[in-house]
Nanobody
Framework: QVQLVESGGGLVQAGDSLRLSCAASGGTFSNYAMAWFRQAPGKERDVVSVISRSGGRTYYTNSVKGRFTISKDNAKNTAYLQMNSLKPEDTAVYFC????????????????????WGQGTQVTVSS
């Protein structure tokens, strides 16, 4: 059984940085496309960033381009989201998700496509 566990969230000020981690167990991590989603109160869960199974392609939603970087370390079975220049509008619960059904360079953006989810980690950015 695949399990994903996020960590690294917290309360920071605008302009600060955080790095989220997503540790995976129970599967072959190199076969996963990994994504980060976020959900603010009263809003839908939206994609933030995706990295393909091969790691050769990434996707970022427009609002985080140039500020966030997604990566995955297959040796450590861990995906990361480096978040720089944080803004109050980045405040949300951040979820990591994984899927093995995509092809090597696919970066699926719909939550319904993902089979495995973490429990979420809160990120709060104060102004």
């Amino acid at each position: 059984q695949v399990q994903l566990v996020e960590s690294g969230g917290g309360l920071v000020q605008a302009g600060d940085s955080l790095r989220l981690s997503c540790a995976a167990s129970g599967g072959t991590f190199s076969n996963y496309a990994m994504a980060w989603f976020r959900q603010a109160p009263g809003k839908e869960r939206d994609v933030v960033s995706v990295i393909s199974r091969s790691g050769g392609r990434t996707y970022y939603t427009n609002s985080v381009k140039g500020r966030f970087t997604i990566s995955k370390d297959n040796a450590k079975n861990t995906a990361y989201l480096q978040m720089n220049s944080l803004k109050p509008e980045d405040t949300a619960v951040y979820f990591c998700a994984g899927v093995t059904r995509s092809n090597q360079l696919a970066t699926p953006v719909l939550p319904s496509f993902y089979d495995y989810w973490g429990q979420g980690t809160q990120v709060t950015v104060s102004s």
